[in-house]
C-alpha cells in the first residue's frame, strides 16, 4: 500500500499508514501481533475519529484442530480520537486520547449461552463462608459470628431476616455456589462449638469456636 501510486500521494493515507505501521511494530514487539487482522472494511459511525480504529472480535474454539475458529461477533470497538477533548476546551487544546467500549450485554449472552451448553455453574458472588442458625431469635449471635469472621478477612454473609428457615439458608448457599457455611444454635453455644459444614458435600464437623478461623483459612487455603 505504500507502494501504490495513488495513495502514496495522499498525505492523509500517508498518515495512516505510518500509524498502522507503528501500530504492528509494537504488536510484533508484545508478541500479539497474530491476534491482529488488518481489515479495511473496517468502519465506525462516528465521525470523531482521527487515526486508528479497531474491533475485538471473540472466536470459538473449533471442534476440530483443522477447522477455522468460528466468529461470534465483535464484543469490544473503539479507536484514537485526539481532537475530542479539545472540543469541550474552550482553549481548544489537542489531547491524545485512546478508548474503546465494551459490549457487557453482548459478553453476557455469549457466556449464559456457554453455561447453558457446558452445564457449567458461575458464582456471581464471592463469598466464601455463610452463616446459618436453626434456631428463632438468633440473629445477634449470627452478627457476633460474622463480625469475627469479617476481622479475620474471611469473605462472609448471612439472611438479614430474624428467623429465617434452616432449608432455606442452606438452599442460598447451594443456589450461589458458597463454599462453605457455619451453623450456631442453642446446642452448639452451650457445647462452646460451631457446626462447620462442606456446602457441596453437605458433611458436617464440629468445630471449637477458637480453633474456627483458623479451620476456616485452611480449608479455603486447599480449595
Known sequence: ???????????????????????????????IAGKISF??????????YTGV????????TPAQPEEEPLNLGSVAAGGRYDG??????????????????????????IMEHRMKTSSEKIRTTETQVFVATPQKNFLQERLKLIAE????GIKAELLYKNNPKLLTQLHYCENMGIPLAVIIGEQELK????????????EEVAIKRENLVAEIQKRLSES
Request: proline share 4%.
Open 191 to 202: 457445647e462452646g462449638v460451631i457446626k462447620l459444614r462442606s456446602v457441596p458435600s453437605r
Open 1 to 31: 500500500m505504500f507502494q501504490d501510486p495513488r495513495i502514496s500521494q495522499n498525505k492523509q493515507a500517508l498518515e495512516g499508514l505510518g500509524d498502522l505501521k507503528l501500530l504492528f511494530e509494537y504488536l510484533t514487539l508484545f508478541g
Open 84 to 109: 475530542l477533548v479539545g472540543m469541550f476546551d474552550p482553549n481548544g487544546h489537542n489531547v491524545p486520547c485512546v478508548g474503546l467500549s465494551i459490549g457487557v450485554e453482548r459478553i453476557f449472552s
Open 53 to 60: 480504529i479497531y474491533e475485538a472480535v471473540l472466536l470459538q
Open 39 to 48: 481489515d479495511l472494511s473496517l468502519a465506525r459511525g462516528l465521525d470523531y
Open 149 to 152: 469472621l469479617w476481622d479475620a
